[in-house]
């Protein structure tokens, strides 16, 4: 076949660039970031718990029910007040005392427990246990309270798994159902799906037809028409028709649940942002404690001030100096972003690449597959002789489709289906022979026989007559790519064929450019077709190039700015490599899910500029929230230095501040890409 088009090859694709991840996860126990500053302690068994069968709440509870109880004896025993609130104090301080301990002999002296114990402790101990008592209740209400909205970001990623039908009808070879747990499927099994329910796994259409509703993995609600010997994703619905499926991958396997598994990994993974920030809260703690200390020590010392009024003080900063909330803005907002991406088909694995895709100055296209639907279609069929003559255009399209018919090239099957397509006898090829970049030759008859680029024919048969080259450059004027079919040395015929663009490219250039980015097409068709088709779409063509020449165009691209690159997740991985950031165009197909950094799991161009959107969105919304976190830690170091508030105002302070960022980055689970 002609070599002036792009060469599908398999690859893997592994980012060895700063950008292309840190999939380190974070510890376990800790959420917010780093172990030193961690007070997130939900287990996992309470997941889908109601909110008041939670450790939290039945902790929360105990404190209140110790403060009401310390209340009503205050009041009975009014000489002993203090040392009733003090023991209060004491006892409700005392889970958190002991996970402070557990954290300091981990290796985490500076976390959120310590500086609140500190503080309550040495309230109780200069007469300030009432208040004292009242900062322990406004943590456990905040860790509540944090609790409930960070959930709302996991839920995301179990509302996808939740998806997954629970049960499965078998078929077996009579044809005869059994209903099994969907998990007991194995490949290979055939399965019926009834109008309404889910498919339990993914598979290929035996029997039926149906309109599937595939929304839960791409995203779009309109349901596709399927039928026998196409695909199927675990977790689509078949809305008006039985099928009948052989099942190709199931259980954790299946695209729905690898979709689930790689949300939670990227949740897991950090960006350079929240690295940052957690470097930041590294030194931010001791050095809020130090802090403390000098107010505690300094006034009195030096300027004569009061030790109780600075004691007092000093205990309020410490609370005014966790960086909860700081620490949490990053990651609240990377998962529930990444989140909302994969409800609209938008995978991303990781906080590296969503920061990435919105920082790109330029987005490179690969052309056949991705700008272009990537089944070509046989256009035009040119005779090289005068018509009428010895071979009809029925008779060159039988023997042309007779050559091809043992290839499975994308332009070779545009041959085989345009014959189909009228139905023609196709003569039988034997001693069929690939000549690699060239033409794909077979005997055909007593003919040796040969489909194949124009260079490759000239070669064989001569050049072209005057007319045939004037049609020729006609031809690939308009975008198409023209191959020839020889036979015993002898030009028959020119086939033009063209990959038309996907119906919405020209619209998400158009995206694109209106978010400053700039787009090129790196392709290696031929100069004409690709600057046909450039044109209709409204971007820069570079056109004739091999694998390692899109590398170099890459190379260059990116000593501008960096660069993202978009292939269809099976070719093209050398260039996905050495962009910035990778991004396959798939169906959901397994190649599209592993070889990038992000993959547009719904096959639409216009995924790349809702990926850009969804990236500067959730990275203004960290800007946003780590605006809050430091804003409210600012206003109340402040107020606290001037003694205006106290204690239980810089605990509220700091619950609330970490309860708004966690709900302004709730925000971005309600996003959506704005489609025309």
Not at 50 to 63: E, F
Not at 566 to 589: E, F, H, K, Q
Not at 638 to 665: F, K, Q, S
Request: hydrophobic share 50%; aromatic share 4%.
């Amino acid at each position: 076949m002609a070599p002036d088009h792009d060469h599908h090859g398999h690859g893997h694709h592994g980012h060895g660039h700063a950008p292309g991840g840190d999939a380190t996860p974070a510890p376990a126990t800790h959420s917010h970031g780093g172990p030193a500053h961690a007070h997130d302690h939900d287990d996992p068994a309470e997941a889908g718990l109601p909110l008041w069968r939670t450790a939290k709440a039945r902790l929360l509870a105990g404190i209140a029910l110790i403060a009401l109880l310390g209340w009503l004896l205050a009041r009975l025993f009014p000489g002993a007040a203090e040392g009733i609130y003090a023991t209060a104090t004491l006892l409700a301080v005392f889970p958190f005392a002991r996970r402070a301990f557990a954290l300091a002999r981990a290796g985490s002296p500076f976390s959120i427990e310590t500086l609140m114990v500190v503080a309550a402790l040495g309230a109780a101990a200069i007469g300030a246990a009432g208040e004292a008592m009242t900062v322990v209740f406004l943590f456990a209400l905040g860790e509540l309270l944090e609790g409930v909205a960070a959930g709302r970001a996991r839920a995301g990623i179990r509302s996808l798994v939740a998806l997954m039908p629970r049960t499965a009808l078998r078929l077996d070879a009579a044809g005869n159902t059994a209903e099994i747990p969907a998990a007991d499927l194995a490949t290979g099994d055939r399965v019926l799906v009834r109008p309404g329910e889910r498919v339990p796994a993914d598979g290929i259409i035996e029997e039926g037809r149906s309109a599937l509703d595939e929304s839960p993995v791409t995203g779009e609600s309109i349901p596709v028409p399927r039928g026998p010997g196409e695909p199927v994703v675990a977790g689509s619905i078949a809305t008006d028709g039985a099928l009948r499926l052989r099942v190709t991958r199931a259980g954790e396997d299946s695209t729905l649940a690898r979709i689930a598994a790689l949300v939670a990994e990227a949740a897991a993974s950090r960006g350079r942002a929240q690295r940052f920030v957690e470097r930041f809260a590294a030194w931010w703690t001791p050095g809020a404690m130090a802090m403390a200390a000098l107010t505690i020590l300094v006034p009195p010392l030096l300027l004569g001030g009061e030790w109780s009024v600075w004691l007092y003080r000093g205990l309020a900063l410490l609370l005014v100096a966790c960086p909860c909330a700081l620490v949490i803005s990053v990651p609240a907002a990377m998962a529930s972003g990444l989140s909302a991406g994969a409800r609209h088909g938008l995978l991303v694995k990781g906080g590296a690449a969503l920061e990435a895709i919105g920082g790109a100055r330029t987005i490179a296209f690969d052309k056949t597959g991705t700008l272009t639907e990537g089944r070509p279609r046989l256009t035009d069929l040119v005779p090289a002789g005068p018509q009428p003559g010895p071979w009809t255009e029925d008779d060159l399209l039988a023997l042309a489709a007779a050559v091809e018919s043992g290839s499975a090239h994308p332009l070779a099957r545009a041959v085989t289906e345009a014959a189909a397509a009228r139905a023609l006898p196709v003569p039988e090829a034997r001693a069929a022979a690939a000549i690699p970049g060239k033409a794909v030759t077979a005997r055909i008859g007593t003919r040796q026989t040969g489909v194949g680029s124009l260079a490759w024919a000239e070669s064989e048969a001569g050049p072209l007559s005057a007319t045939l080259a004037t049609r020729r450059d006609a031809l690939q004027a308009e975008g198409k790519t023209v191959s020839a079919l020889v036979a015993d040395g002898r030009l028959l015929a020119l086939l033009a064929l063209r990959d038309e663009p996907r119906p919405d490219a020209a619209q998400a250039i158009a995206a694109l450019k209106s978010q400053g980015i700039a787009t090129v097409m790196l392709t290696g068709d031929n100069p004409r077709t690709a600057a046909a088709i450039a044109t209709r779409l409204g971007l820069e063509a570079r056109a004739g190039l091999l694998p390692e020449d899109k590398l170099r165009e890459i190379a260059t691209l990116r000593s501008a700015g960096p660069v993202a690159m978009v292939g269809d997740g099976i070719n093209d991985a050398p260039a996905l490599a050495a962009a910035s950031t990778g991004i396959a165009m798939g169906g959901g197909t397994e190649t599209a899910l592993e070889a990038a950094d992000a993959a547009l799991l719904h096959g639409r161009v216009a995924g790349v500029a809702e990926l850009v959107a969804l990236s500067r969105g959730t990275l203004r919304n960290i800007r946003q929230n780590v605006g809050i976190a430091v804003g409210l830690k600012g206003l109340f170091l402040v107020t606290t230095l001037a003694g205006i508030t106290g204690l239980w105002p810089a605990i509220l302070a700091d619950t609330g501040a970490t309860v708004l960022v966690t709900l302004n980055a709730l925000r971005l689970l309600a996003w959506k890409p704005a489609r025309a």
